[in-house]
């Protein structure tokens, strides 16, 4: 504990007790507990072993019965504040939001120490407005408040589990406000001793119960897309680079104008030519010909974006340099995966060009590979983006996620699959959280 006296805290939207872990680690005692998913309250209860009465269920319905304490925790959901509020101050710009339940603890229970954690991109959240208005809320409650705002804004950037010495990339958001003044900088350095390693908390086959097999297990035709893409990085020259935008296969024999119009501006004539369409297509709905364009073509606005002008370009131009190289059938093959399917994010360059030496993601923007040094984010929003261990060939198991967010093995999660990867997704990083308490208290 190093001479700091043991703390009472509250853990808000606690979801599998990220916070509590790393406060209960350094000594703290929790004292009160919200969550709004029943499943996740009794598993907080089994996990930490809390009477039953500290642990409930909405802020909303509850907040008046939270106790008197010294550090509040909170990885509160940052939905937009009101506009109508700008004319009446800051008290009623809240109103409505979780986190105006916060702002009524904080002014009745006056702890002495906030901690709230949030997505990376909170600081830039309805235009710099949200970030705004919690930080000038805080300080009108007599706080003294930091956050971890970009570097290019001047602040300490963003704190990841990997800047930190452990292998999950996953950028965020925190606040710390204390009832006396801070540092200019309270957050943890960056440690630049030890690279992450994903041999810290892959398992062995040996380890997984058949449970974990069935889970983590390649369907033949996610195998068969990463084989697909995987021939197309062998058959090239090592003196080709590979872009450095993603790879839109759906690029590689197109027609159809993207620098100074979109294919929606064209005649139903004109599309069909495009498209290399016979004329039996002159009779189709025009929004069924617009649909046989790539998904990120078919808008009906005049112009592109900047952005996608250049994406498709350098497609283009990189695919007329590949074009000797690329394996026979391999175009023909592709248009039977679907469109996120077609599409490539290679970040690994310098590597060897084999996607199963990777940590692999299906995202809509495409199969994403990177190095296999540490796992991209744990994502609550969906479960379709669970990290790939290329040289496993297999998702990552649930006891690799509990180790990814530096819990213990023997936190128990939901039952279902797809609830344990969500609530991995909402939680707290362990270790980062630990770090960040350290040096606040010892400010």
């Not at 504990?1 to 606690?14: I, N, P, S, T």
């Not at 808008?299 to 350098?314: A, L, N, V």
Request: aromatic residues 10%.
């Amino acid at each position: 504990m190093g001479g700091v006296a043991k703390l009472r805290f509250v853990d808000l939207f606690a979801g599998i007790g990220g916070f509590h872990l790393a406060l209960s680690s350094l000594g703290h005692e929790c004292v009160f507990a919200s969550e709004v998913n029943p499943e996740l309250q009794e598993l907080y209860k089994e996990n930490f072993e809390i009477p039953a009465s500290r642990v409930h269920g909405d802020i909303r319905a509850c907040s008046k019965l939270v106790p008197k304490h010294d550090i509040l925790c909170a990885g509160f959901p940052c939905q937009p504040f009101s506009k109508s509020g700008d004319q009446r101050g800051l008290k009623d710009k809240t109103r409505g939001t979780l986190f105006h339940e916060i702002v009524a603890i904080v002014k009745r229970c006056k702890p002495s120490y906030v901690i709230l954690e949030n997505v990376g991109n909170f600081e830039r959240h309805d235009n710099g407005r949200t970030w705004k208005i919690v930080r000038e809320t805080l300080q009108g409650l007599g706080y003294d408040v930091r956050g971890t705002e970009h570097i290019n804004s001047g602040g300490h950037g963003l704190i990841s589990p990997h800047h930190l010495g452990y292998p999950q990339t996953r950028e965020r958001f925190f606040v710390v406000a204390t009832a006396k003044p801070l540092l200019k900088d309270p957050f943890p350095k960056r440690r630049r001793d030890r690279a992450t390693s994903l041999a810290d908390i892959v398992q062995t086959q040996r380890e997984l119960s058949a449970k974990d097999r069935d889970e983590t297990a390649l369907s033949e035709y996610q195998i068969q897309c990463i084989d697909h893409w995987n021939r197309l990085l062998h058959a090239l020259p090592s003196k080709i680079e590979l872009p450095t935008v993603p790879i839109w296969g759906d690029e590689i024999h197109a027609r159809y104008p993207f620098q100074s119009r979109t294919p929606s501006t064209g005649t139903r004539a004109e599309m069909l030519t495009m498209l290399r369409r016979n004329g039996a297509w002159h009779s189709r709905p025009r929004s069924e010909i617009l649909g046989l364009f790539p998904s990120y073509a078919r808008t009906e606005e005049t112009t592109f974006p900047d952005w996608k002008i250049r994406f498709i370009g350098h497609n283009r131009r990189w695919f007329r340099s590949v074009q000797p190289y690329i394996p026979e059938n391999w175009v023909r093959e592709l248009r039977m995966f679907p469109p996120s399917l077609r599409k490539l994010e290679w970040n690994c360059k310098g590597e060897e060009r084999d996607l199963w030496d990777c940590v692999l993601q299906f995202r809509p923007s495409g199969v994403r590979a990177k190095r296999y040094l540490a796992c991209p984010a744990l994502v609550a929003m969906t479960t379709t983006q669970v990290p790939i261990l290329g040289p496993k060939r297999r998702f990552i198991t649930r006891t690799e996620g509990l180790r990814l967010q530096g819990f213990p093995d023997s936190h128990q999660l939901p039952q279902g699959h797809d609830e344990a990867f969500q609530a991995l997704g909402n939680a707290v990083h362990v270790n980062v959280v630990k770090a960040i308490v350290r040096s606040m208290l010892k400010n």
